[in-house]
């Protein structure tokens, strides 16, 4: 069984930078795929980004393109993600999951088994 745990969220202003760390138990980060999401509230959980087990390969949605940044450092068996440039509208609960078809890159909340309780990320204007 793999327990996650993010953590990193908080309060900030529009331009501010966050970074939001994922810690597995339970089993190796490298062993495992890995991806956000985010949730605000009244809506549906969103991707964000994804990694392989390597982090080799990553994915981002549109909306996050050039101002986040998914890595791993599978030593501190822990994937992080880098949040610039924020904006009012990457207000949300951020959620890390996983799956341990290590080589997937998926973009649906189904793709992954695993899934953390989330982190609160609020953007003032």
């Known amino acids: 069984q793999v327990q996650l745990v993010e953590s990193g969220g908080g309060l900030v202003q529009a331009g501010d930078s966050l970074r939001l760390s994922c810690t597995a138990s339970?089993?190796?980060?490298?062993?495992?795929?890995v991806g956000w999401f985010r949730q605000a509230p009244g809506k549906e959980r969103d991707f964000v980004a994804a990694?392989?087990?390597?982090?080799?390969?990553?994915y981002y949605a549109d909306s996050v393109k050039g101002r986040f940044t998914i890595s791993r450092d599978n030593a501190k068996n822990t994937v992080y993600l880098q949040l610039n440039s924020l904006k009012p509208e990457d207000t949300g609960v951020y959620y890390c999951?996983?799956?341990?078809?290590?080589?997937?890159?998926?973009?649906?909340?189904?793709?992954?088994?695993?899934w953390g309780p989330g982190t609160q990320v609020t953007v003032s204007s």
């Open positions: 339970g089993r190796t980060v490298s062993s495992l795929s």
């Open positions: 999951a996983a799956n341990v078809r290590q080589y997937m890159i998926a973009t649906t909340t189904y793709s992954y088994n695993y």
């Open positions: 990694t392989d087990w390597s982090g080799t390969a990553t």
